[in-house]
């Protein structure tokens, strides 16, 4: 237990001390992102009958700043232990995989969620969103950022240079992000890419989340919680069984 | 005396390249046991496969009867590993480095220990530095007293002295042998052969892979003497019975092999037998360095 909760705290420390660039940096993208958007779309668009545009926009915005955030506090800190080699100094120590695996996720889920609470605290000066089912709105925030923060260390073990990583995240994840409705409601695609996006698992990441902002979704947050229950379950038992084999970490 | 370290047909391959192949080796407690070879030989993968850092394909190794591998939290409790690669996390302090280390193993408050470690390794004043801030032989100490916070009964060192200069070697060494000297086994790997010489008492060579020597310091040195006897003789001219036994000449003495004690008192009576007399006579004993050097020749050939 205490080995966990040390790298556990290890974590977070390591993303607040450098907190200008793990989190105001995203908070302000973010607040920037809803003051363009929001400008030029809110007198076009009306994505759920009776919700203002930029009310709908910053559920979205916010989901997303979480995944992103949570995914590139595990992968980040996991390649540069590895590429330093200070990593051998956890590698060493009698920590279990669980303890492992669960330190590095919820330190970023924790630093997914403080992103999170930063969009909404600077967005809602500008329109206060509903907020109809609170426990919605914290189940999806954990569970989204659990799911991309698993990714985060999936990347982190596999990547040996930086380059793979950002490649990893700028063509998987950062597509899987934008094209997932935070900016529109799927319901306006062509049936096409309204399919697709049926097919990617940050669409109801997203889409449940803004359930509980304004009771209204694109599907069931049943359906949402189902599919991002089980994508998390997923990715957590194949990542456990990479570091129970010690892919890529113990040669 | 039970068993510290112990090694059973540990088999490692990384590509084509065999690193490891088939290595038994024992390791007591209480020893202070130098593993020696040239770069390449295998000792950071031996040392890697105790660590839980390296997977051997084949074969087991164990710490303090724990298996490295089904007991691995119990293995990792028992040794701490100082590894060669110069290596820190830039985000923290010295302390605060140490701290989270103790955490790692399962340590809250550590501090007692964590200020007798910074003591004894001259990083007291350093306590607050940042990593990034300190010089490579203070991010050395640091790496020392990472190894060392859970106070494990076996301590391992892969090359701790490389590029270090001579206060911290003698600091280390001071303090490394006061901690065998308090029970803990301690496994140094070193390429600077004297410092072997002086503080181990059993060393064990690795070449390509393999062990091609293993014994006591004191026997290991006398199995393969390269014992020397010096003379220097009056008139200067050495008889030409000897002249098959010189190895080299230095400082007007002649370094004859004494390949065993009871050729002396024969090639003694071959400097009278030619009218010689005495001036010097001196034994040269073997060193570590010479012994070294026997070993991995003679098995090339």
């Known amino acids: 237990m205490q080995g966990f909760y040390t790298l556990f705290y290890k974590e977070i420390l390591r993303f607040w001390k450098v907190s200008f660039q793990t989190v105001a940096a995203p908070v302000l993208t973010a607040v920037l992102y809803l003051l363009i958007f929001s400008h030029v779309l809110e007198a076009h668009v009306e994505a759920y009958p009776g919700v203002r545009y930029t009310a709908f926009l910053i559920p979205g915005l916010a989901m997303m700043s979480m995944l992103q955030n949570a995914f590139a506090n595990t992968s980040s800190s996991l390649i540069q232990s590895k590429l330093t080699g200070n990593i051998v100094f956890i590698l060493l120590p009698p920590l279990s995989r669980l303890e492992f695996f669960l330190a590095y996720v919820l330190a970023a889920i924790v630093r997914g969620l403080v992103v999170g609470a930063g969009v909404l605290l600077f967005t809602s000066l500008f329109v206060l969103p509903e907020l109809k089912h609170p426990l919605w709105v914290l189940a999806f925030a954990l569970l989204g950022s659990g799911v991309l923060a698993v990714l985060g260390m999936i990347a982190g073990i596999w990547a040996e240079k930086f380059d793979q990583l950002a490649a990893f995240q700028n063509f998987i994840i950062v597509p899987l992000t934008f094209l997932s409705g935070v900016f529109y409601s799927i319901h306006s695609l062509p049936v096409f890419w309204l399919g697709v996006s049926h097919l990617n698992p940050v669409f109801y990441m997203i889409d449940g989340f803004r359930y509980g902002f304004f009771g209204v979704g694109d599907v069931s947050p049943w359906l949402s919680l189902s599919v991002v229950g089980s994508t998390f379950a997923l990715l957590t038992l194949f990542t456990l069984h990479l570091l129970r084999t010690g892919y890529k970490l113990r040669h | ?301």
């Open chain 2, 1 to 301: 005396m039970s068993t510290a370290i112990r090694f059973s047909a540990v088999k490692k391959r990384f590509g084509d390249f065999e690193a490891l192949k088939g290595i038994d080796l024992e390791v007591r407690e209480g020893e202070f046991f130098a593993l020696l070879g040239p770069n390449g030989a295998g000792k950071t993968t031996l040392i890697s496969v105790l660590g839980g850092l390296t997977r051997p394909d084949s074969g087991s190794a164990s710490v303090m009867g724990c298996d490295v591998q089904a007991d691995y939290r119990a293995a990792r409790r028992q040794v701490g590993i100082v590894p060669q690669e110069l290596t820190f996390d830039p985000f923290f302090t010295v302390r605060e480095t140490l701290v989270f280390q103790s955490g790692y193993f399962g340590l809250r408050r550590n501090d007692a220990w964590i200020d007798e470690l910074l003591e004894n390794l001259g990083l007291a004043d350093k306590a607050n530095a940042n990593m990034r801030a300190l010089s490579g032989g203070m991010k050395r100490r640091v790496m020392v007293a990472q190894a060392l916070v859970h106070k494990p009964p076996v301590i391992v060192l892969d090359e701790p002295t490389a590029g270090v200069d001579v206060a911290l070697r003698q600091t280390l060494w001071a303090f490394v042998q006061r901690l065998n000297d308090e029970g803990h086994t301690i496994v140094l790997t070193t390429h600077y052969l004297e410092e072997a010489e002086t503080l181990c008492n059993r060393i064990a060579m690795l070449k390509q892979g393999e062990l091609v020597a293993l014994d006591d310091k004191v026997a290991l040195m006398q199995s393969h003497s390269t014992r020397l006897l010096s003379l220097r003789l009056l008139p200067d001219a050495l008889p030409a019975a000897l002249q098959p036994l010189l190895v080299s000449e230095r400082d007007g003495a002649y370094l004859l092999r004494l390949d065993d004690c009871k050729q002396l008192e024969p090639m003694l009576a071959c400097v009278r037998e030619a009218g010689v007399s005495l001036r010097d006579i001196e034994i040269v004993q073997p060193d570590l360095e010479s012994v070294f050097l026997d070993v991995m020749g003679r098995k090339a050939g």
